[in-house]
């Protein structure tokens, strides 16, 4: 019953991955909040691994639904078709270069130092009254950018530099890329699909580099820990696989204020509620 119990849990945290990895409210903050309400009843260590690890879930999601527009190597495509699509891949490793080398010299110190309700709830609410204050004003000026294609390198390393605010939990990676890539003048389909672009290799990253740190630390998993990860991998690509297609739908019609309000609302919620348990 115990195990059944651990397996559901881990089907919880599949879906709120699957969600929020994509829509712009922090997943991360989403995780921490979530770890404070349902506790996995796994090692330190191994939930520390965890909460990163299963992302990749979500970014096989990315993969499947843009396979064709990120293959190179596609018989369908035109040689030109194929040096945009090389070109496009060249942008987003210069784009992910900032976020690599700030997160490798301050992922311990983040983990130790940012990672609680207090940091979250003020990057939820801070975040949401920029989403605000942004969409308010982007309604009157036309994007320069419509084309993920048409991003060049330039803009490509500043969306990336905007990717390194999201090294703060409840800041949300996909917000703050493509809150950047609208203030760099990219129109709001461009720049999310750019944003799940760029995930691909900062995630995997972050993903490989928490796992090697897991298995070389000699800390024993055992078979439910095992099968949490599994499950909530495979919920979180299912999951991230439709939030994804709607968010795409959703975009290229509707601004996001519906996501500002959201983060402020649940940022107060936060504070009040943590507030409230303290004393």
Known sequence: MDVILELLKAVLFGIVEGITEWLPISSTGHMILLDQLVKL???????????????????????????????PFSPKKSPKARNQ???LWFKVVVAVIPSAVLGLLLDDWMEAHLYNYVVV???LIVYGVAF????????RIAPRIKSVHAIDYKTALLIGAFQCLSLIPGTSRS?????????????????????????????????GLKLVKFLVS????????????????????????????????????HSFRVFGIYRIALGIVVLIYFLFTLI
């Open 41 to 71: 009843q796994v090692s330190p260590e191994f939930y520390e691994m965890f909460q990163v690890v299963i992302q990749l879930g979500a970014i096989l999601a990315v993969v499947l639904l843009f396979f064709h527009k990120l293959n």
């Open 85 to 87: 699509t090389w070109q």
């Open 121 to 123: 709830a003020i990057a």
């Open 132 to 139: 605000l204050y942004l969409e308010q004003g982007n309604g």
């Open 175 to 207: 917000g703050s890329t493509i809150l950047g890539a609208i203030l760099l003048g990219v129109g709001r389909s461009a720049g999310a699909e750019f944003s799940f672009f760029l995930a691909i290799p900062t995630m995997v990253g972050a993903s």
């Open 218 to 253: 000699g800390v024993s998993v055992t078979g439910v820990e095992i099968g949490v990860l599994l499950i909530g991998c495979l919920v979180s690509f299912l999951v991230s696989f439709l939030v994804i297609k709607a968010l795409m739908d959703y975009v290229r019609s």
